[in-house]
T-cell receptor
Framework: EDKVVQSPLSLVVHEGDTVTLNCSYEVTNFRSLLWYKQEKKAPTFLFMLTSSGIEKKSGRLSSILDKKELFSILNITATQTGDSAVYLCAFLTGNQFYFGTGTSLTVIP | NAGVMQNPRHLVRRRGQEARLRCSPMKGHSHVYWYRQLPEEGLKFMVYLQKENIIDESGMPKERFSAEFPKEGPSILRIQQVVRGDSAAYFC???????????????FGEGSRLTVL
């Protein structure tokens, strides 16, 4: 059975800290892995990863995929209160996007 | 270019009533996905539709739930005889291409929050 596991489930940090969020998966017919940010409304797209070892960056956020060890990490440096959200990873297999339960990040001023 | 539009944003129903949730995909998108999100849980896949076709409904409960995406008009998720356990946020997402050839992102609507009294 395909599954995706995110850790930690929740995280509380202070502004300026660096955080690493983990997403591990077991899937058949893997096509791509995606990261989303959800702030009480619609999830918004962050990154799509299809190849191992190639880091994607957007400002203070970066992500990388390891297809051999079946995991991805999302790094956020110099965190700000606006980074507080649930971060979801999802993978595409066949016709479906499977989502993890997310990591809830709270950034304290 | 409007995003994915869902309505109603909030819906309250009593047990036994019907709930209809609507989703208009982004312009040019012909693929629609419905997800359910319970409090403190992740997004659970329900159904994937293309215009006039159900492609994958493996995540949909066998009874009381149905979905359609007609040639004209929005996609509709219909829940008959609602029960309290149906209370959740229902998200719709669209994409311009078929999932098995699409490695791009999903565009999400803001969700419809169903509360069953």
């Amino acid at each position: 059975e395909d599954k995706v596991v995110q850790s930690p489930l929740s995280l509380v940090v202070h502004e300026g800290d660096t955080v690493t969020l983990n997403c591990s998966y077991e899937v058949t017919n893997f096509r791509s892995l995606l990261w989303y940010k959800q702030e009480k409304k619609a999830p918004t797209f962050l990154f799509m990863l299809t190849s191992s070892g190639i880091e994607k960056k957007s400002g203070r956020l970066s992500s990388i995929l390891d297809k051999k060890e079946l995991f991805s990490i999302l790094n956020i440096t110099a965190t700000q209160t606006g980074d507080s959200a649930v971060y979801l990873c999802a993978f595409l297999t066949g016709n479906q996007f499977y989502f993890g339960t997310g990591t809830s990040l709270t950034v304290i001023p | 270019n409007a995003g994915v539009m869902q309505n109603p944003r909030h819906l309250v129903r009593r047990r036994g009533q019907e709930a209809r949730l609507r989703c208009s995909p982004m312009k040019g998108h012909s693929h629609v996905y419905w997800y359910r999100q319970l409090p403190e849980e992740g997004l659970k896949f329900m159904v994937y539709l293309q215009k006039e076709n159900i492609i994958d409904e493996s995540g949909m409960p066998k009874e009381r739930f149905s979905a359609e995406f007609p040639k004209e008009g929005p996609s509709i998720l219909r829940i008959q005889q609602v029960v309290r356990g149906d209370s959740a946020a229902y998200f719709c997402a669209s994409s311009p291409r078929q999932a098995n050839t699409n490695t791009g992102e999903l565009f999400f609507g803001e969700g419809s929050r169903l509360t069953v009294l």
